[in-house]
């Protein structure tokens, strides 16, 4: 297979497959004339109501789903303190920093999800990332010693049911990277809390249209809702495509001196597939001279970067610490062929010969 090129990322695959429908959908809602707050939005809010049994509040992205939920609670407490596991993507951090939180930055287990019994007492709000697409079971964790728990779902929303718990609300990102994306920009809070919900819709409008509020301008486009309604008619058979290549994945690579944190044995959306190892940047090197494309998420932990060095934080022998100096994240999207599984799992076992 000389020369196969496998980026980290299907959207140009996706894309083909798919594209008169995108293209008809776009063209019906640019003549509609209704570029924000149409039928597509409410279309899309009902759509993740159905799915996940709640309801379902559209805003322009995953973190200011976050942000709006973190001021909804801001209302309540006056220095709030907000615990973040150590080892995420910043804007779940920034959504509460950003909002008058101080934080409580918390270790992690091998999988990537917040230790709960690592929280120190006094948290006004616990946030659970369910990291990589890893159900975070947070009916099953022990007693989290917070008033409040917000779950980032941005990247295992997808594994959700109408039994899951949301925490008090759950939030959504359609980011173009994720399993269910849009093609810009798009986001959702998911929550049986009805004053949440309408506090939701006034802020997202800049408080309109009562103005009771304040707020700010957070929409999502028409046309972003109808290319994730037209993306949603595929997404479970894409889900079963994921989960196929990571059930192959890890009894292709069981027998490897590698971690595998990509659990199969609970429910998992896998947003990615990674894997830990001591030489990453060998094995990621091995790869790229392969022509097989490798991402790291996240190579540094909260408590490392300069923005969150002031807040309590784990040691350099924490779990979220060793592992973020160890994950690497393989291709795994519904567009890749048989025998580019294949190759990426070759290339993976060539790499320990």
Known sequence: MSGLVIPFFGL????????????????KVLRSGQLIEGFYTLELEKYLGQRVGSNAVICHSGTQALEIVATYLRQQFNNPKAAIPNLTYPATANAF?????????????????????????????????????????????????????????????????????????????????????????????????????????????????????????????ELDCAHVLVRSKYIDDWQDKRLKIASHYNQEFSQLPIKLLCDLSVPNAVQKYVIFLNNRKELQLHMNENNIDTKIAYENTLSELPAFKGYSNPSFLSTSYMLSKGVLSLPIYPELTDSEVEYIVLVVKSFFK
């Open 12 to 27: 140009k695959r996706q894309y083909e497959n798919i594209k008169d429908e995108l293209l008809d959908i776009t063209d």
């Open 97 to 221: 920093l950003t909002t008058g939180y101080e934080l409580n930055l918390v270790d992690t287990n091998n999988y990537g999800i917040i230790k709960t019994d690592d929280i120190q007492s006094l948290v006004d709000v616990t946030v659970i990332v369910g990291l990589y697409g890893r159900d975070p079971e947070i009916s099953y964790k022990a007693k989290i010693n917070s008033n409040f728990v917000v779950v980032d779902g941005a990247q295992h929303w997808l594994c959700l049911n109408k039994n899951s718990n949301l925490g008090l609300a759950t939030t959504v990102s359609f980011d173009p990277t994720k399993n269910l994306n849009s093609s810009g920009n798009g986001g959702a809070l998911l929550t049986h809390d009805i004053d949440l919900v309408k506090f939701a819709s006034f802020y997202r409008s800049n408080g309109k249209p009562t103005f009771k509020i304040p707020g700010t301008n957070s929409k999502m486009s």
